[in-house]
């Protein structure tokens, strides 16, 4: 089993309804492929885990790049593990603002180096990770995620079905 990281730019804003239908295709698709996996959208950037079969993971990821949604997409980590991290999430997402502070800051150091404080992001291929610094500060923002999931009562990835609250008056994600 692969896990798959990886941070890119929104090539422009995603309305809330639209995080709602992707959401709601990522989990469709990801069923079927045996993937499982989190999603934070934030500031303008994706940061996404993919777990599941290497293929499976390949395969999205090559949906992903071909997505005009995303821009620079730079793989920060790729790992063969045993176990899952998010097991029962075909795509949980994670709302910023129920982010506990570290995850944030990672966040923010991570949108630092793709914006290229590790490299040109093109220089990052299939199966090519970023570099060690992106490679840590990933793993600690996966880590901070899922401690905040399993710790903060605001940080529920399969609450209402998995599926984010929609805030009507603001348009967002509530």
């Known amino acids: ?7 890119s730019r929104a090539s422009r804003e995603i309305p ?3 995080v709602v239908e992707l959401l709601s295709v990522s989990r469709r698709n990801n069923a079927a492929a045996g993937l499982t996996g989190l999603l934070v959208l934030h500031d303008g950037m994706f940061f996404q885990c993919l777990e599941g079969p290497g293929g499976a993971v390949d395969r999205c990821l090559d949906r992903i790049r071909s997505d005009d949604r995303h821009r620079a997409v730079m793989p920060l980590v ?4 045993a ?6 999430w075909q795509m949980g997402y994670v709302r910023p603002r129920d982010m506990p ?5 990672e966040m923010r150091d991570l949108a630092h180096l793709l914006q290229g404080g590790a490299g040109p992001p093109a220089a990052a291929g299939a199966g090519v990770c970023a570099g060690p610094v992106a490679e840590d500060k990933a793993t600690l923002l996966l880590r901070s995620l899922l401690s905040g ?17 929609i805030d009507e008056q603001r348009g967002a994600l509530g």
């Open 83 to 88: 176990a899952r991290m998010f097991p029962d």
């Open 149 to 165: 999931a399993r710790g903060r009562s605001g940080v529920k990835p399969g609450a209402h079905g998995g599926r984010p609250e």
């Open 78 to 81: 790729r790992d063969r593990v």
């Open 101 to 105: 502070a570290e995850a944030l800051q």
């Open 1 to 7: 089993m692969i896990r798959l990281v990886y941070i």
């Open 16 to 18: 809330a309804l639209e």
